[in-house]
Structures are given as C-alpha cells and as structure tokens.
C-alpha cells in the first residue's frame, strides 16, 4: 500500500507563496501518475493540478493556470506544488493522490493513493 504524505499548507496573505510537497512511501513513484485535488466544505473535491509518471505532461483547472505550478522529482519519491498570486478562492484543504499509470490522468475516480491533506488558507 503506497502511502502519501502532504506538508506545506498553512496560512498566508492574498498574493504570497505556498509550496506543497507530497512524499511517497514507494520507490517505483516513477510509475505512479500524480495529481493534486482539494475541497472546501460544501462541495466535491476538484482536480487542481495532474502530472504524468515522467513530468512531462500536466495539466491545470483553468483557475490556478498562471500561478500553480505542479512538478516531482521521481529520485525524491517527491511530488510538488508551487502555488504563487494565491486568492481567498484558493483556500481549501489540499490533497496529493497517485496511481500506478503511465498516462496522464485526471479524473479523482482514477486514484488509488491518497494523503490525508494539507491545509491552505489566505486571507484577504
């Protein structure tokens, strides 16, 4: 069972800096599609940003495109993600999830790997 641990959340002003980190418990994370999703209450988790087992191809929600930027480093086991020009709408708990696949995928249904999550919250 690949576990998944997040760090990085916390508090900051509209406009700063978060950067989330995702450990994972296996060595064959270069197999492994990773994904960032996150939740507020009230509503379904959303896709935030996804990123091939190689790093070579992501993809972002239209609302963070610009500013998030999602990356690993497979000798780390280590996905990350740079969140710059954070808004309040920004604010959730973040969640890192992974899945043995070559492809790149997107869809929360496609996951089996997930952390427990991380806080964010900006302040306006």
């Known amino acids: 069972q690949v576990q998944l641990a997040e760090s990085g959340g916390g508090l900051v002003q509209a406009g700063g800096s978060l950067r989330l980190s995702c450990a994972a418990s296996t060595r064959s994370v270069n197999q492994y599609a990773m994904a960032w999703f996150r939740q507020v209450p009230g509503k379904e988790r959303e896709l935030v940003a996804s990123i091939s087992y190689s790093g070579t191809t992501t993809r972002y929600t239209d609302s963070v495109k610009g500013r998030f930027t999602i990356s690993r480093d497979n000798a780390k086991n280590t996905s990350y993600l740079q969140m710059n020009s954070l808004k309040p709408e920004d604010t959730a708990v973040y969640y890192c999830?992974?899945?043995?696949?070559?492809?790149?995928?997107?869809?929360?249904?496609?996951?089996?790997?997930w952390g427990r999550g991380t806080q964010v919250t900006v302040s306006s």
């Open positions: 999830a992974a899945t043995l696949s070559l492809g790149l995928l997107t869809k929360e249904s496609s996951f089996e790997h």
